[in-house]
Nanobody, 125 residues
Framework: QVQLEESGGGLVRPGGSLRLTCAAS????????IKWFRQAPGKEREGVSC????????YYADSVKGRFTISRDNAENTGSLQMNSLKPEDTAVYYC??????????????????WGQGTQVTVSS
């Protein structure tokens, strides 16, 4: 069964850090770009970051540049999102997805229907 599972979310104070993991099963992640999205209550799902598979070029939404770092471990079949200097506006459910290639706009993969449960990130004092 092809599946992506997100983990690592939690409650953290402003300025804190979290590391999210995206674990793939049923397929080999190294052939795909990995994208991270987030969705806050009442808002649309937005692209956060993407990392290509061939050259590991990374892209970030302006709102997270300089604070978040995306990475991948092809040997472990996982992707990660290191989130530092977290802000209350980062509060959302975070999802990972795969795509053929990254683009600067970090768009939703066309026709993608393999979303996992996501992992909740709450930034609050």
């Amino acid at each position: 069964q092809v599946q992506l599972e997100e983990s690592g979310g939690g409650l953290v104070r402003p300025g804190g850090s979290l590391r999210l993991t995206c674990a793939a099963s049923g397929f080999t992640l190294k052939y795909y770009a990995i994208k991270w999205f987030r969705q806050a209550p009442g808002k649309e799902r937005e692209g956060v970051s993407c990392i290509n598979n061939r050259d590991t070029t990374a892209y970030y939404a302006d709102s997270v540049k300089g604070r978040f770092t995306i990475s991948r471990d092809n040997a472990e079949n996982t992707g990660s999102l290191q989130m530092n200097s977290l802000k209350p506006e980062d509060t959302a459910v975070y999802y990972c997805a795969t795509d053929v290639v990254c683009e600067a706009a970090i768009r939703l993969p066309y026709g993608y229907d393999s979303w996992g449960q996501g992992t909740q990130v709450t930034v609050s004092s």
